[in-house]
């Protein structure tokens, strides 16, 4: 009887530490993997540093297995940077160079590419100090504002722009394409009306007058009011504007249409040669137009 009673109590025992060995195990070991510090990592065979995270800041330099990304800034490694409202924050130094790969060159008659890369970009032009965005008008030509309005007779200027354009003629209203077909059918070149006298009352010649070209047809009138007792008056042409030569003379003190061909001039103009009044002072017009050449 006693022997059974102390088989009981054993058996008894044993089934306490079976069930208490085990827990305290267990806790033993919770304990220990909560409580571990100092996890390594190997940096050669021989040395190891001790496994960091993203909370011990920048500059880092060993121990890299950080839960967030860093970036190498040529020293050490930095976190990456960013914001919430705009996510990763990328900046470029002013002497920093991007490179970008590519196996096309440009080139004249340049082919359309099946490769190219979606890109924007802003045209500036350089005021001598600063870049300023170029403009255009609203329909997204290019704006050029100048200072200078085209004329007749317009002086060679000292701040031209070197460009390459189509020729144009002004007909009084507005610029059009100058036509450089020339057909058998095409208008002869011809000068518009000109005053070469305007009520004149003495001898001695007008103005002259440049005809752009060598033109050999002339018409001119004259026009004379307050009926002078005789006159005489010449039309001159010259090619140089300095040594003139009579193309015709009208004698007439009333008024006349008078014409001239194979003639060709670079210069016009009317003279009064002789003059004799009647008492009143007479008042003399001279126009012409030429051309032919």
């Known amino acids: 009887m006693k022997k059974n009673k102390e088989s009981v109590i054993l058996i008894m025992s044993l089934i306490l530490l079976i069930l208490i060995i085990p827990s305290l195990f267990l806790h033993k070991v919770r304990a220990t993997i909560t409580e571990l510090t100092g996890i390594a990592i190997a940096q050669s065979p021989t040395k190891w540093n001790n496994l960091k995270d993203a909370y011990v ?5 060993n121990g890299l297995m950080a839960t967030g990304l860093y970036a190498y800034n040529g020293t050490a490694w930095d976190r990456v940077r960013g914001t919430i409202a705009n996510g990763l924050s990328v900046s470029f130094p002013s002497t920093a160079i991007m490179v970008v790969n590519g196996s096309s060159t440009p080139s004249d008659s340049f082919a359309n590419p099946t490769n190219a890369v979606t890109t924007w970009s802003l045209s500036g032009l350089w005021n001598g100090t600063t870049w300023q965005r170029m403009l255009s008008d609203v329909s997204g030509r290019l704006k050029i504002i100048g200072t200078d309005t ?3 007779t317009f002086a060679n200027p000292i701040n031209a722009l070197t460009t390459f354009g189509l020729m144009g003629v002004w007909n009084g209203s507005v610029w059009t394409r100058w036509n450089g077909v020339i057909t058998a059918t095409s208008t002869p070149p011809q000068t518009a009306l000109l005053t070469l006298l305007i009520a004149s009352n003495a001898t001695g010649p007008g103005s002259s007058f440049y005809l752009n070209s060598l033109l050999s047809k002339h018409t001119w009138t004259i026009s004379v009011t307050n009926t002078p007792s ?5 039309l001159e042409g010259s090619i140089d504007n300095s040594s003139w030569y009579v193309l015709d003379t009208s004698i007439s003190n009333t008024t ?5 061909v194979n003639k060709p001039i670079l ?5 009064i040669t002789a003059l004799v009044t009647n008492g009143s002072a007479p008042v003399i017009t001279v126009k012409s137009i030429s051309g032919g050449n």
Not at 57 to 61: K, R, S, T
């Open 230 to 234: 005789s006159i005489s008056t010449n």
């Open 150 to 152: 085209p004329s007749d």
């Open 256 to 260: 006349e249409m008078r014409h001239v």
């Open 57 to 61: 800041g920048d500059a880092l330099v």
């Open 267 to 271: 210069y016009l103009r009317a003279n």
